[in-house]
C-alpha cells in the first residue's frame, strides 16, 4: 500500500470517528426536563427496570442494563423477541420498560411495549422517529436527533446507536449519584478483573438531587 493510499484510508476513518464524535456530543443539547422525569421514575420506581431492543439496539440495550446495574440501578434485558415467548411474564406493575429503536417501527419491541403496558409497565422509548408506533405508544417518548453522517446510507445504525449509549449512560450516572452509591459497592459487586484487584478506590461522586416527578424540575 502506497503512502498516499494509507492517507486515504486513515482520512476516511478520522472522518467517520468526527462524526460518530458529533452525534454523541448532540446528545448534550438536547436534554430536557423529559430526561429528569425519566430519571425521577428510575430513581423512585418501586418495580423493575428493564431494557429492550431489537438488532443494534439490542445490544446497546443489553450494554445499559449491565451499566445501570454495576452503578447502582438494577436492570436487565429483556429479547424483545424471547419476550413474545414467554419471558414478558417476568414483568410486574410498576416496572418500567426502556424500549431502543432507531425508527421506532421493530415489530417484536412494539409489540412487546404494548403488551407489557397492559400489565401496568410504565413504556419509555428511545427513538429518532417522533411518527414512529414506538414513540405514539410510549409513556414517556424521547426522541433524539439523528445526525446522518454518523450512519451510514442512512441505514447502518452506528452514530445513532452511540447517540442513544450516551443518553443512558448519562442517566446511570446521575441516578449514582443520585442515590451516593458508593465506589465501595461498586469494587464489592465487580470482583472480576482489574477493578476488582484495585486496592485504593476513587473519592467519592458529589451528590446530586433529582426533583421528584410532582415537583417542578
Not at 17 to 22: H, L, Q, V
Not at 75 to 100: C, E, Q, W
Amino acid at each position: 500500500m502506497t503512502k498516499s493510499q494509507t492517507k486515504l484510508v486513515l482520512e476516511a476513518a478520522r472522518t467517520f470517528i468526527a462524526a460518530e464524535s458529533r452525534a454523541v456530543l448532540e446528545v448534550a443539547d438536547q436534554l430536557d426536563e423529559t430526561f429528569v422525569r425519566v430519571a425521577s421514575l428510575l430513581l423512585d420506581g418501586e418495580g423493575k427496570v428493564i431494557l429492550t431492543g431489537a438488532g443494534t439496539s439490542g445490544f446497546i440495550a443489553r450494554r445499559a442494563a449491565h451499566l445501570l446495574s454495576v452503578s447502582g440501578t438494577p436492570a436487565f434485558y429483556m429479547n424483545p423477541t424471547d419476550g413474545l415467548h414467554g419471558s414478558m411474564g417476568a414483568v410486574r406493575k410498576n416496572d418500567v420498560m426502556i424500549a431502543l429503536s432507531k425508527g421506532g417501527s421493530s415489530g417484536e419491541v412494539n409489540e412487546l411495549a404494548e403488551r407489557v403496558q397492559g400489565e401496568g409497565v410504565i413504556v419509555v422509548a428511545l427513538t429518532f422517529s417522533p411518527d414512529s408506533r414506538l414513540h405514539q405508544l410510549a409513556d414517556i417518548p424521547v426522541v433524539l436527533r439523528p445526525y446522518l453522517p454518523a450512519d451510514p446510507g442512512g441505514l447502518i445504525a452506528m452514530g445513532s446507536t452511540l447517540a442513544h449509549s450516551a443518553w443512558l449512560d448519562a442517566m446511570a450516572l446521575v441516578l449514582m449519584r443520585a442515590r451516593q452509591y458508593s465506589w465501595s459497592r461498586v469494587h464489592y459487586t465487580h470482583p472480576g478483573g482489574a477493578v476488582g484487584s484495585r486496592t485504593v478506590l476513587p473519592a467519592a461522586l458529589d451528590p446530586l438531587r433529582i426533583p421528584h416527578s410532582a415537583e417542578p424540575a
